[in-house]
């Protein structure tokens, strides 16, 4: 009865890899800032479409997210705004104005990106993939 008491595991420690699985993009970023003792330096647009131009595989990608990003920003925008603009048509307290902006600005991000990512295919790549690919490109032209 002693013994079974000592082996018993919590249940967070029972499959170490399926948890790094499940949550792979932390231990990706995880592994990539490890160590770093300052950031990486901050990148232009030119940068950007550098490496869009030179890597065949990640850069169309890249390219493809940069362009949702811009079409997310856009819709939460326009969610923030007309919430708001409906809001105050009826309530004309601040805090109330205050809160339909934000949550209009989240429900307008958020269908803003699920449309993107059937739009443009985003379910199809690994965006995390890309992003990682861009950032070590950037360091070894920043840093060497």
Same mark, same amino acid.
């Given at each position: ?33 490890? #160590? ?6 901050? /990148? ?7 490496? +869009? ?42 805090? #109330? ?23 443009? #295919?985003?379910?199809? +790549? ?10 070590? /490109? /950037? ?6």
């Amino acid at each position: 009865m002693g013994e079974e008491q000592a082996t018993k595991k919590p249940w967070w420690a029972y499959d170490k890899q399926a948890w790094r699985e499940r949550f792979d993009a932390i231990y990706k970023l995880g592994s990539f800032t490890q #160590g770093r003792d300052k950031p990486l330096k901050r /990148w232009s647009d030119a940068d950007v479409e550098e490496f +869009i131009r030179t890597d065949p595989v990640y850069g169309p990608q890249l390219k493809v997210m940069r362009r949702s990003a811009k079409f997310c920003a856009a819709g939460a925008v326009v969610g923030g705004l007309s919430t708001t603009a409906l809001v105050s048509r009826y309530a004309k307290v601040p805090h #109330g104005l205050l809160l339909s902006l934000v949550a209009g600005t989240m429900v307008g991000w958020c269908l803003a990106e699920e449309a993107a990512s059937i739009t443009y #295919g985003l379910h199809k +790549i690994d965006c995390m993939e890309a992003n990682l690919k861009f950032f070590d /490109w /950037w360091k070894e032209k920043t840093e060497g």
